[in-house]
């Protein structure tokens, strides 16, 4: 009996893992989960700083989740110490280029980035994917500021059977300059966590609640 148990066990554990190895990678470690957001993080190859993955369900649809991502203005009421971001060139409705500043404590200078976004859909599984990479050596800028390092978002937007959406999330940055990455891996949950509550409430509201897209097919 104790061995079936074990199997069975083996078996659930199995299935919670693979998800992330196979969309992620493997070897990462469980930090903290609030309100149902879960938050991961690993060593980054070649970087002092840790790679974070968070994962977290959505009462929402794809394109509600899509159409706040896009909207590069709102981010400062949603993504974490955000406090400026800007449209900076349309590649096609599904790519473009934007400027961002992340506020950062006195008295180390204000991060900012240029990141190109691009969204797709799999036509079989309805999966949504997004990717936010840094833009090197692209001549917007905004004085004051130190341009991050390294910056690399990978968003998966899994539609379930029961209408919500499956959200994970990784991310890999070095904000550059002196900022000690000892300090900014003490609070890697922080950011990851405030980031998804004030998405879960944005998806909410209109006009994100009831928007569509061409190029997204809902559940």
Not at 20 to 25: C, E, K, N, P, V
Not at 55 to 83: C, H, M, Q
Not at 135 to 149: L, Q, S
Request: proline content about 6%; aromatic content about 12%.
């Amino acid at each position: 009996m104790k061995v079936i148990f074990k199997s069975i066990l083996f078996g659930i554990c199995l299935l919670l893992i693979l998800p992330l190895s196979a969309q992620f990678g493997e070897d990462w470690k469980f930090v903290k989960e609030t309100d149902g957001i879960k938050v991961w993080s690993k060593p980054t190859p070649n970087s002092d700083f840790n790679q974070v993955l968070i994962k977290s369900e959505f009462d929402a649809t794809l394109s509600t989740l899509v159409s706040i991502g896009r909207d590069v203005n709102s981010f400062p009421k949603w993504v974490y110490k955000n406090i400026g971001s800007r449209f900076v060139e349309k590649e096609s409705d599904q790519t473009f280029i934007y400027h961002s500043v992340s506020d950062m404590p006195w008295p180390i200078e204000d991060r900012d980035a240029v990141i190109k976004y691009q969204v797709r859909q799999d036509p079989a599984s309805k999966n949504v994917y997004i990717s936010s990479q840094l833009v090197e050596n692209h001549p917007f800028k905004k004085e004051k500021t130190v341009r991050a390092a390294a910056y690399d978002s990978q968003w998966v937007l899994t539609p379930t059977e029961n209408g919500t959406v499956s959200v994970a999330l990784r991310v890999i940055a070095d904000p550059g300059g002196a900022l000690p990455a000892w300090m900014a891996n003490l609070f890697i949950d922080k950011g990851p966590i405030e980031t998804f509550l004030s998405l879960r409430r944005l998806s909410k509201i209109e006009p994100y609640k009831s928007a569509t897209f061409d190029f997204i097919v809902n559940q």
